[in-house]
């Protein structure tokens, strides 16, 4: 890009290697551009030497930050992705900048096509090590900030590591506007869409082959809450998603579930609630109940945590 000085704000750096240009800016400069609309900077480049523009000091130096940050993962040999420099610039803009690189340090496991899953922000990492040492783990926020897959993922290394025999993933059937007696079919297959993020997870992570033979053999059971009552969990991976949509009873009789051996995720949004406006959420009665519980832990996403294009975060705080 041509060089420019219209700027009286102007921070300048060298690179480490100047034929990882195109690795750091992208084809065709896309994460330059990406960089520029998010951080509200001018970023020009000519061989080794990176001059950054803006009319606030505080935005040019943050840029550089982040620039310095994607350019560690490019030295280790990393293929960097537009979600890495949206995360870099989510980062930096949260000063968070100095986490970065060790976001990419810990490789969760690795998706079916042999692809890294890694954490993505701060609070991804404190729900991944809050499920580490507690036996059941609240995850509380909008949608796209990982929750759900995320569960998935510990749960599927947690069943391949032998530390439980089986994964069970249930939601209550309730929907927004739609009740599920009109819809065609069994119950099975009246649930099944609804739990398509959940089977999109298993695909993602074990592939469909895998995740269907696991399902035959009953390592994995995905079902309606309902099928939950009068079971003991033992030696079991179980998530509980779309848990705003609970009553309070509905929570309970889950969360009593819970045997030997086995960890418990409950996934939720309080600001989707679908349920009768006279009936109390059991996601924000447990919220109200089990804050002083030790085993029990919550942890609480925002909109600035949403992990999908960067207008859906936009979307969500303009509902809000």
Known sequence: MEMSFLSKNSVDFKLENPEDAVLLFGTQDKFLLLLENQLGVE??????????????????????????????????????????VLIASKMVLQDDIENFTALYEVELTKDAAGKSIR??????????????????????GPAGTGKTFLAVVMAVQALRNGVVKRIILTRPAVEAGESLGFLPGDLQEKVDPYLRPVYDALFTILGKTATERMMERGIIEIAPLAYMRGRTLDD??????????????????????????????VNGDVSQIDLPSRVKSGLVDAKDKLGHVHAIDFVYFTAKDVVRHPVVAEIIKAYE
């Open 43 to 84: 970023i020009n480049y000519r061989g080794e030497m990176v001059q950054i523009l803006s009319d606030d000091e505080t935005s040019a130096k943050r840029a550089k930050k982040a620039l310095l940050a994607l350019q560690v993962l490019v030295l280790r040999g990393m293929t960097l992705q537009t979600s890495d």
């Open 119 to 140: 954490l993505k922000n701060l609070v991804q990492k404190i729900y991944v090590d809050s499920v580490k040492t507690h036996d059941i783990v609240f995850g509380i």
């Open 236 to 265: 079991a991976f179980v998530i509980l998603d779309e848990a705003q949509n609970t009553t309070s009873m509905q929570m309970k009789m889950f969360l009593t579930r819970l045997g030997f051996n086995s960890k418990m995720i």
